[in-house]
């Protein structure tokens, strides 16, 4: 099973283990979601509300169109918690006043600062605890198949707190993070993004406990968690997000050297020992990322879509909207805008990549030693 698919079970199973030691229940089904809503709300005619929190991949959108046409079918409300990202995008949107939205981040990033600093959204008080659940076990046909029970049962991390993790990256490793984050042969980032996308915690929660404990320092890192709010903005602002590859003509590419990319046999050192690295631990820090996705598109000139599936397979953290963000940006911005396509490509790629990042390939992939 994929990485991130893993990770997410285990996460469902951390969260079923925490609402049992509340003395209540996490109730699990598996099947089309819809229908199954319909059948959990004729079984159990008492829940008033169906809440989700929103979601922006086309998958998502679809799914809870459907979702909130079976719930108010049968009466119940249905609300959509923007909470996906820091600002909440369709408020901010409206707070700029803007009618096209923005396409540049660093505009983008500068309104997003002056909004969190004026309407920042505080963290949802409520614990499992305080959670009233029912028991839906008997709802009959539905149960998750065996692998996936066995992923959600699997209590390997078991000890793995989002929340010590958070704390303990702000007060030991914040102070260094300019200069660690693109250092790749050092654990110089918080490793929060896997939870963040699995909703285990929220950008709320990183925004608030930055500035509780360390608002002096916490300026660049803040500016990445812009980065993940401006792609999910943009994959909602913009209709061409998540077809790109219909639009832009992809013909010129090929997939020839798409192999050697992915088994880590390009002969770049620094690529291949990224490529050791996603393969076998399921991580990638963002810079190397960056580097192996334009090795990918601009040097082996293949078509983005290839990386993008691969890191979809590969990545524990994976994202849809994220990770088409990182891949087709370059691909999007050679096509429109070369001069943010070359901010994002060392001057001489195989040069740079050779002579200076020999540090991180040895660490990654013994064979260069
Ligand atoms: C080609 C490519 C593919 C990517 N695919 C994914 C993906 O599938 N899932 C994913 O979560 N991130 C993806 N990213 C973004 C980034 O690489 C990761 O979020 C980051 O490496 C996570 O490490 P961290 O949690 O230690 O980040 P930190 O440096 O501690 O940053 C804190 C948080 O800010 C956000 N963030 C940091 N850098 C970026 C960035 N460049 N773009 C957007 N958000 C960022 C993440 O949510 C991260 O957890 C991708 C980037 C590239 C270039």
Known sequence: MEHSGAGFLRAAGRLARAYEAAG?????????????????????????????????????????????????????????????????????HEWTGRQAPYKVFTP???QWRAFLAQRHTTVYASAVSDL??????DLP?????GTLKAAMDDQAGQAFDPERRLRGFLQDALARYTEARDAYGQDGTSRLSASLN??????????????????HLAESWLRQLAWRDFYLYQSRMDKDYYHYEKKFDLSGLDDRHFAAWRDGKTGIPVIDAAMTQLN?????????????????TKNLRCPFIYGER???????????ALNRGGLAVGLVARLRCRAVFSHHEPRDPVQKVRSGRRLFARLASPRYD
């Open 310 to 320: 691969y890191f979809r397979l590969k990545l524990s953290d994976y994202d849809n």
């Open 198 to 215: 699995r909703g285990e915690i929220t950008a709320r929660r990183l925004y608030a406990a930055a500035g509780e404990l360390a608002p």
């Open 24 to 92: 209540s229940r996490l109730n699990v089904f598996y099947g089309e979601p819809a229908s199954l809503l319909g059948r959990l709300l004729d079984a159990q005619p008492d829940i008033r509300e169906v809440v989700v929190h929103e979601d922006y991949t086309p998958y998502a959108i679809k799914r809870d169109r459907e979702l909130k046409e079976a719930a108010l079918a049968r009466g119940a409300a249905f609300t959509a918690l923007p909470d996906l990202s820091l600002a909440p995008l369709r408020d901010f």
């Open 132 to 137: 009233v659940t029912v028991d839906a076990a």
């Open 280 to 296: 076998e631990t399921g991580w990638m820090p963002n810079r190397l990322r960056m580097i192996a996705a334009m090795f990918l």
């Open 108 to 110: 983008f990033y500068r």
């Open 141 to 145: 046909d539905c149960a998750l198949p």
